[in-house]
């Protein structure tokens, strides 16, 4: 644990006083809010407001969608005054109120940008500080303080660093400054998108580098559904500190998505780079550099005669630039997509002042053509570089050449193979396979030949040689190795040079540290067998990378190796993006999105900024337990509510019951007709319908409503403090769910009013999770009442902010009866046991609705007794390993029922192939029915290539529990070109179902139309969307209807004759018969 030293701030007065908002005019109030942030410099990220007051000002202070805002009031009147406010201006959600108790402010640490107060109260300047980001600013508007207007700023400490190029910096040195990013134990930020598209294909994420407080990325945000659709790369901009989304700007012609698994181009990842102020990028394939203002994103100037520029590195006001021939390039890439053999790509090398854009040299000349990728590196006034056969060093003022030495290099070599290149004070590491000894076959090529098949872990031996930066005099060199489809890592850490052989499983890993200047071995370390258990057979596919104090592996997720000590710890519920890894920077971790499945039932997905363990200095848990149960003004009614006496056309509860069936026996009209739709807001939830009354959750408006069966009329409407993902649970006249504020909500059915609330989050931190305030210990909307017990989780992950926290509370009082923690960590380490793993499959988990059976409750994979007691896995039941909620249609996740999934890319379409499963699957007593693909390819088939299709099945229960016979493919696995399910019916889906409700003998179907895999369009219902009434006897159509928005995901319920259907436009609709 890294303890933090004392920050003192910085503080200012103002040039121009400040008035208060109280009583202030809007125009006013907007006037105030543009001048805190001109005079603080503020230009995106989380503002807070303490004592907010009215909300008028909270409000203005959202100036751009750069802006997340949060204000806090000890007086529930001000909040509800406040919430009124900004909802009536469309802006609640991006700008929210919570009452607070006066003392405590409710942030993780490090995470707000601006701090604006009348009057603190109770709050310490010390609390203020450390919610505060580094550069963060305090700002106090009490005329009555001493010193007016008083502007306080937080220092960046020194221990912290950026990372401003792919492998750090101009001398390609893969290793941080930073020592206080450390093995994460905490939440710091989740933003998107949730997957990245494709494992057999180019990874989704081209780069990741850190400038002035801001990380800045390139990824592609078409959907994962499948790759075969269109890209849409983007390069986004979000705060280092919070992740609040500052700008995002579309790109054009990118690398084809399509090209085969992990082949490069190696140098993609240096299109882009941040310094300070500035992002140079290249807009698109054979764009020009571009230098964009990392505040806005805005053009700030464009480089003429930098066309097809494949690589940017800068060094003392200095762009140093490898371009190729655009001509070249569309003539490489067009080859890339027929699949045949690339052209070479004429380059050349360029400097330009990254001012002025003044071109100070060029190198032209057959060297400068055939740099290999990535290799270019400057230190101390010269450009260093390898060809075929040479390195060559250059002067950086006027692009002449130094020295030259041999290095030859095989000219055979896959598509991801390029030499390492790194300079260290004096010495030059040069770092790459073995040129073949015997003649390589055929005759000798002139240029290198790339090979960009679907090849992995083609790592022969290599030579790692020491140059002097001054002469070109060979040092010195040992053996070395490059990575599983990664060059060869080259990391000087601690001031020792750390390289080694982790290709596969079973290989050692980094164990020698060697003097840079001498090659000899200073320091050696253990295997990394006696620290933990690979599980992976092979290491990731990137570059592995480090600090001063850490490396961090890529063998199975993110281990670190202490460079002191020489011991390790596993964190293979995290993994870096394929091609790219992590980075270090900021005191943080950021972990990009993926599309692995290996460890899929406790790996993160989406992109995470994780922190270190710490010592917060904000509410500890046992302050925060007092105040866990509160007590509401319906409490009192609670007693005398509703009827203990299930009601069989109710629809009570996320997918009408605790088995999440989605299914009810009472019949609904096929020849169905629209009676009403009611606006409610942006985007919504399922829906679930109990007592005449129809709920909905407002997701990102923080709100639960209630609306008339009958006829769509709004009822009531309650706020809480943060997200609520899923409809809530009625219960016996009260509505129960939980919210991402980490409190669990139970409210009169009839009139919204409160009976009680639940802290299930250990204490109030909240962190900014996809550009909005949750706990760090969120609930699901989603509430479970089995035999009076209502039963919910809160936490984000078994490995994060001590696990997952399971309950069982009184569904009618809120008394607690049961809880349980689910963490993945020792108890007395506080890492991931070392005999945890096996093969891709490892203890631990990560949070969904709750579902059960009577008997046992289950979390995606896990089983609970009624006690929230953990129990060996098994036991029947509908789950998906990404959870009920995930709407993105990740091409390698689906919903099952069953007992079991497995992981790997080996292993997750195995159990697709053995029971039933499918996008959405609905059943009753016998039979389960749904919608998905055909058949679920293995191994590294990719998507959409074997000829699976979009069906709708009905398939007996009984499949669930069929014994197989043994396969005889190999390692025993299934086929992975068909099913083994024998189905009732199948039939090819002309509606690809977002959403499915099985009530009495008809399949409702509601969805897109056309060949939504491989059409934009289509996927997005621009083909026509439509909403379809099917035959449980024979799949046979029985009525369909065209509707003008697509569902949401699962949107559909069926209630009292109604069938309700929620659609992304914001709206409610019933449906009745005609």
């Known amino acids: 644990m890294i303890k933090r030293r004392t920050t003192r701030l910085v503080s200012f007065s103002l040039n121009v006083a400040l008035a208060l908002s109280f009583s202030l005019c809007a125009g006013e109030v907007e006037d105030q809010a543009n001048q805190i942030l001109e005079d603080t410099g503020i230009k995106g990220g989380l503002i807070v407001h303490v004592g907010c007051g009215d909300g008028k000002l909270t409000a203005a202070l959202r100036a751009g969608d750069q802006y997340l805002v949060h204000g806090l009031d000890c007086d529930e009147a001000n909040v509800r005054a406040a919430r009124e406010h900004i909802r009536s201006l469309g802006l609640y959600g991006k700008v929210s109120v919570e009452q607070f108790d006066g003392t405590h402010l409710p942030h993780t640490d490090n995470l707000a940008n601006l701090v604006v107060f009348d009057d603190l109260g109770d709050v310490s300047m010390d609390e203020v500080v450390r919610v505060l980001a580094p550069g963060g600013v305090a700002l106090s508007l009490n005329r009555q303080s001493e010193i007016e207007n008083r502007k306080s700023i937080k220092p960046r400490p020194t221990e912290i660093d950026e990372w401003t190029h792919y492998l750090y910096d101009a001398s390609n040195n893969a290793v941080s400054k930073d020592t206080i990013s450390g093995p994460p134990h905490h939440v710091q930020w989740i933003g998107g998108p949730k997957w990245a598209r494709g494992h057999e294909q180019l990874a989704s994420v081209s780069s990741v580098v850190s400038s002035g407080g801001r990380v800045f990325y390139i990824v592609d945000e078409a959907s994962p559904a499948s790759v075969t659709l269109p890209s849409n790369w983007t390069l986004m901009a979000r705060d280092a500190f919070n992740g609040v989304l500052l700008w995002k700007r579309s790109l054009g012609d ?636 990740w091409h390698r996740s689906y919903w099952i029922y069953g007992s079991r999934f497995v992981a790997g890319w080996g292993g997750w379409w195995q159990v697709g192939n053995q029971v039933p499963a499918g996008r959405l699957l609905a059943f009753d007593d016998s039979t389960i029915y749904g919608f998905g693909r055909s058949f679920y390819p293995g191994g590294n088939a990719g998507q959409w290539n074997k000829g699976e299709y979009y069906h709708v099945f009905a398939t007996s229960k009984d499949q669930a529990t069929v014994q197989r016979p043994a396969p005889k493919k190999k390692r025993g696995r299934p086929p992975g070109d068909r099913t083994l399910v024998e189905f009732l019916w199948s039939k090819r889906a002309d509606v690809k179902a977002r959403a499915l409700v099985l009530a009495g003998k008809t399949l409702f179907m509601a969805g897109p139309l056309g060949e939504t895999h491989h059409s934009t369009d289509a996927f997005e219902g621009r083909e026509g969307i439509r909403l379809q009434a099917t035959s449980t006897e024979d799949g046979s159509k029985l009525a369909e209807c065209e509707l003008d928005s697509l569902p949401v995901f699962d949107g559909m319920a069926a209630a009292d004759g109604r069938l309700l259907l929620v659609t992304k436009d914001g709206k409610v609709r019933c449906f009745g018969g005609k």
């Not at 609670?638 to 509860?653: E, F, M, R, V, Y």
């Open 254 to 889: 990118w690398e084809y998505r399509l090209r085969p698994f992990r082949s490069g181009p190696p140098q993609l990842s240096r299109r882009l780079v941040s310094i300070e102020d500035r992002v140079y990028v290249t807009l698109g394939y054979g764009a020009p550099l571009t230098a964009l203002d990392a505040a806005t994103g805005e053009v700030a100037k464009e480089y003429e005669g930098t066309e097809g520029t494949e690589e940017i590195v800068y060094h003392d006001g200095t762009l140093y630039l490898v371009v190729g021939d655009v001509a070249e390039q569309r003539a490489l890439d067009e080859a890339v997509r027929r699949g045949q053999p690339l052209p070479p790509v004429a380059r050349r090398i360029t400097a330009i002042n990254a001012d002025t854009g003044q071109s100070l040299w060029t190198k032209t000349d057959v060297d400068a053509a055939e740099v290999f990728a990535l290799s270019l590196v400057i230190s101390q006034g010269r450009a260093f570089f390898q060809t075929k056969g040479e390195v060559i060093c250059l002067n950086t003022d006027s692009g002449q050449e130094i020295w030259r030495s041999a290095r030859p290099a095989s000219l055979k070599r896959p598509g991801w193979s390029v030499p390492t290149l790194v300079v260290y004070g004096d010495v030059l590491i040069s770092a790459d396979r073995k040129v073949p000894e015997e003649p390589e076959e055929g005759p000798r090529p002139r240029k290198v030949q790339w090979d960009y098949s679907f090849g992995g872990g083609n790592a022969p031996p290599g030579d790692m040689i020491a140059f002097s930066t001054e002469t070109g005099e060979r040092l010195w060199s040992v053996p070395c190795r490059e990575g599983y489809n990664a060059p060869v890592d080259v990391l000087v850490a601690d001031g020792l040079l750390w390289s080694g052989n982790l290709v596969g499983a079973r290989d050692p890993g980094i164990t020698v540290a060697r003097d840079p200047a001498t090659g000899e071995v200073k320091r050696e370390r253990p295997d990394d067998h006696e620290f933990f258990t690979p599980g992976m057979s092979h290491h990731r596919c990137y570059r592995n990378k480090a600090t001063e104090r850490f490396i961090m592996l890529g063998r199975s997720g993110v281990e670190f190796v202490d460079v002191q000590t020489g011991k390790a710890c596993a964190n293979h519920w995290i993994r870096g993006t394929c091609q790219y890894g992590v980075m270090p920077a900021n005191g943080l971790l950021y972990v990009p999105q993926h599309t692995c499945a290996c460890y899929i039932k406790t790996k993160l997905n989406s992109f995470n900024a994780l922190a270190p363990e710490r010592e917060s200095k904000g509410q500890s848990v046992e302050e925060s337990k007092g105040d866990r149960l509160q007590r509401g003004p319906a409490f009192t009614d609670i007693q005398q509510l509703g009827s203990s006496t299930p009601d069989p056309d109710a629809w009570p509860t996320y997918r009408h019951d605790i088995a999440r069936s989605g299914a009810t026996a009472s019949e609904i009209s096929a020849d169905l007709e629209n009676v009403w739709q009611t606006k409610v807001g942006g985007r919504l939830s399922s829906v679930v319908s109990a007592d005449g009354k129809v709920f909905v959750a407002d997701i990102d408006d923080h709100s639960v409503h209630a609306f008339s069966l009958q006829d769509g009329q709004s009822i009531w409407s309650y706020t809480t403090g943060g997200r609520v993902d899923s409809p809530p649970t009625v219960y016996q006249g009260l509505v129960l769910f939980g919210s991402a504020d980490g409190w669990v909500y139970c409210l009169r059915a009839s009139d919204g009013a409160m009976a009680w609330r639940f802290r299930a989050a250990p204490e109030e931190r909240r962190a900014v999770i996809y550009d909005g305030l949750e706990s760090a210990w969120p609930v699901s909307g989603s509430v479970l009442v089995q035999e009076g017990v209502a039963y919910f989780a809160a936490g984000r992950s078994s490995f994060l902010d001590g696990g997952i926290y399971l309950y069982g509370v009184d569904a009618t009082t809120g008394e607690q009866q049961y809880e349980f923690c689910v963490s993945g960590r020792d108890p007395e380490t506080g890492e991931q046991p070392k005999s945890a793993v096996k093969g891709f499959d490892m203890p631990g988990g990560l949070p969904d609705v709750l579902s059960g059976d009577g008997t046992f409750l289950y979390m995606r994979d896990l089983k609970f007794d009624r006690q929230c007691v953990q129990q060996a896995d098994g036991g029947l039941h509908l789950f998906s390993p990404t959870g009920y909620l995930d709407d993105s249609w």
